[in-house]
């Protein structure tokens, strides 16, 4: 069994509250800064993993509303450098981009279906699959892993990178997209080890949050 002191700890979180979660819509690479809530939601986000522990390392998407919440973070912990990863970028999502939910489920009701029921499975024009996005984000992780063993990584991205991501760690095959949740603003912790690989100990920790809006869609 691996001393706790061997491990590396890796807290996921997911950025905080756009414009784009607010009017329900598709955000991909659009590149949405931070709300007045969001704002809120990551200060207590940071204050909340202040409390919790020492981390080593920042790392993020290069989106303004990623990049926003771990330079918040980074604040309160003494100024950790905060580094940006393409690896860790909102996946793209072609025509969708910018969209209105409601208004893709009309356009494109196969798309649509296939989004709600099976996203692993939807390839759009000029886009990522959810696929291409796990094998990116994975590989990005695993690198940063090797490299910072026995530390504390902070790594702050987006819903459709966070989830496929902890899928890949934890081996969930497909159908996963569904059966995990992140909201806005949340924090999960992964830990690994060389001999046992990641173990998911903390998934979707809200508790510091006053409000947010759940997207089941």
């Known amino acids: 069994m691996a001393n706790p002191a061997e491990t590396t700890k890796i807290i996921l979180v ?13 955000r991909g690479r659009s590149d ?11 200060q207590s986000l940071a204050e909340e993993i202040a409390n919790l522990e020492r981390v080593d390392f920042i790392f993020t998407s290069p989106l303004k509303r990623a ?3 771990a330079q918040i973070i980074s604040q309160r912990m003494g100024n ?19 969209r209105k939910k409601k208004e893709i489920m009309q356009e494109y009701p196969e798309e649509w279906s296939l989004w709600i029921k099976s996203p692993e499975r ?9 696929s291409d996005v796990q094998k990116r984000a994975f ?5 940063l892993v090797q490299k910072h063993r026995e530390k504390t990584l902070l790594i702050v991205s987006h819903r459709a990178v966070l989830k496929p991501l902890i899928a890949a760690c934890i081996q969930i095959s497909d159908p996963y997209f ?7 603003a949340s924090y999960s912790i992964i830990v690994h080890d060389e001999a046992r690989g990641y173990c998911l100990t903390l998934l979707n920790q809200t508790k510091h949050l006053e409000n947010f809006t759940s997207e089941w869609v």
Do not use: M, Y
């Open 80 to 98: 950790i450098p905060v580094t940006a990863l393409q690896g860790f970028t909102n996946i793209s999502l072609g025509p969708w981009e910018g």
């Open 67 to 69: 990049l926003e919440t």
């Open 14 to 26: 997911r950025h905080g509250e756009c414009e784009g979660n607010v009017e329900g819509l598709f």
């Open 139 to 143: 590989s990005t992780l695993e690198f």
């Open 122 to 130: 939807l390839k759009l024009p000029n886009a990522e699959s959810i």
């Open 32 to 42: 949405f800064p931070l709300n007045k809530n969001g704002v809120r939601q990551a």
């Open 178 to 184: 569904w059966r995990i949740h992140v909201d806005t």
